[in-house]
């Protein structure tokens, strides 16, 4: 029949049918892949990527899952039995007593004027004073005349008592008008220890205390402060910091000037130094810390720190945050990331026990049980992701790559008890960095406002680990010099 189809030609629509199917089953894949990478972009947030808390939407915020790598402790929410509280009780010495008198007899209504009383019951308001007016000291050069040559003598400011605390602001020339140490310390307080812009510091300082300074002068007082530890505190810092055992690093990026620059910190348990710089390796190695230390340097996975001559630990938050990533897109696809990050987890609490039982390492077979366990997971996660070729799947066998190449540092917390698991000490220090910024409108003025920040700062948070009051330690900064740590960590 001539219309009836030959049969190459019944072949020839059979190809170009397979080979549209074929077309449909590719643009399929790629849509399904497509749409599987938006999905995990879309699930990022602070916990399974690099990015910080305060990017995360505060409408769409998704509960936490129980994967913490803490341990319970058994305590019930709020306070805690044997805490002492701040409870007040009731004062011997009030600065003043308001008698409430009964006027009638509430049974025969006769008035009771005159009648003596008693003290049946005692409420006590506490309360601030009005704002005090600041305290004004004058101090006068006086001019003696020499009974035998006449000649009239002059005494110096500097000839000052050594310990008036006022020395060192009356002798430097200027003004007849000073500001004294514990203003000066209050303003570097205010702007470095509760990270207030200098604006906002200096209407506080008023409000609290009656004394009027320009937002200039607070500046000043931080730049002042800065200055004076640059000169004994930062030195002696650096000394400390080169001769510990153990080094947390991080760096974190601050925008001042309408430029970014970044935050870098090297800290101890009772230390903390920050420098202002790039985030080039060269800029890290300007902390005049971390190019000669040789110890055990606990940092995340910036490539910057890899010139350094120490023995390097990296973070297990870091990792747990990228194993999560990879996890939360495809939790049936890539089960090799939960396998990893149990593992990881274990690790840490099996090194926890261990040092509540004062061991110096992990008994052997434990720790050739979570070698195996490590390996594992890695050969699981090859196995599942040899013939994909999703972005995922270039991600999670990128992340493979680094946990074979770096398995001696990832498992340092694991074969060193003195490693810390997380680097949770450094970012703890830099973080303040971010709140100044952000209380500030989101940048800084200037780079040298950025620089002196990161110094006092530093000075601060070391007191504070110390168990030093930091009004106290810039007070004694202002006056007798700057309080320095006496070692690396108290006896």
């Known amino acids: 029949m001539s219309g009836t189809p030959g049969v190459d030609e019944l072949l ?136 035998g040559c006449a000649t009239v003598t002059t005494a ?26 514990q203003a000066l310390a209050m303003c570097a307080l205010l702007t470095c220890g509760h990270y207030l812009p200098v604006g906002r510091a200096s209407a506080l300082l008023e409000t609290l205390t009656g004394l009027h300074v320009a937002t200039g002068f607070t500046a ?18 650096k000394d400390l910091l080169r001769n510990a055992p153990v080094l947390h690093a991080d760096e974190t990026t601050g925008r001042a000037a309408g430029a970014l620059a970044y935050v870098h910190v090297a800290c101890t348990e009772y230390l903390t130094l920050m420098h202002v710089g790039g985030r080039s390796s060269d800029d890290i190695d300007n902390g005049g810390v971390l190019a000669e230390f040789t110890g055990v340097l606990v940092r995340d996975g910036y490539a910057g720190y890899q010139h350094l001559p120490a023995i390097h630990a990296w973070c297990g938050a870091h990792l747990l945050r990228d194993l999560r990533q990879v996890s939360d897109a495809d939790p049936d696809g890539q089960r090799w990331a939960t396998a990893m990050a149990e593992t990881l987890t274990g690790a840490h609490r099996a090194a926890c026990a261990a040092r509540d039982r004062d061991q110096d390492r992990l008994d052997p077979s434990v720790l050739a049980t979570l070698t195996n366990h490590y390996l594992a997971a890695l050969a699981l996660g090859t196995a599942d992701n040899l ?70 700062h530093s000075y601060l948070a070391t007191a504070t680990k110390w168990g030093k009051d930091k009004y106290q330690a810039l007070t004694e900064l202002f006056t007798t010099g700057a309080w320095l740590p006496p070692a690396l960590a108290p006896s």
């Open 12 to 147: 020839a629509r059979l190809a170009l049918l397979e080979a549209a199917v074929a077309e449909r089953d590719l643009l399929i894949a790629g849509l399904r892949a497509e749409n599987a990478e938006l999905r995990r972009r879309l699930g990022l947030d602070s916990s399974n990527s690099s990015r910080p808390p305060s990017s995360d939407s505060p409408w769409n915020k998704k509960p936490a899952k129980a994967r913490s790598s803490r341990k319970r402790t058994g305590r019930k929410p709020g306070k805690q039995a044997g805490d002492p509280g701040v409870s007040r009780s009731l004062s011997d010495n009030p600065n003043r007593v308001v008698p409430i008198e009964p006027h009638e007899c509430s049974g025969c209504r006769a008035s009771l004027a005159g009648a003596p009383g008693r003290v049946a019951e005692r409420r006590q308001v506490v309360d601030l004073p009005p704002t005090p007016a600041p305290v004004i000291i004058e101090y006068q050069r006086l001019a003696k005349t020499c009974p």
């Open 156 to 181: 110096a400011w500097a000839d000052t008592a050594s310990d008036d605390v006022n020395a060192d602001v009356i002798a430097t020339p200027g003004s007849p008008v000073r500001i004294g140490p």
């Open 220 to 237: 000043r007082a931080r730049r002042r402060a800065a200055k004076k530890l640059l000169a004994t505190f930062t030195p002696h810092i």
């Open 387 to 456: 013939a994909h070729t999703s972005e995922l799947a270039g991600k999670a066998r990128t992340l493979i790559r680094r946990f074979h190449r770096y398995q001696d540092m990832i498992l340092r917390f694991a074969t060193d008890l003195t490693v810390p698991w997380t680097n949770n000490i450094a970012e703890r220090d830099v973080r303040p960095v971010k709140i100044q910024q952000r209380t500030s409108g989101g940048c800084w003025r200037t780079l040298d406002g950025l620089t002196e920040f990161a110094v006092v």
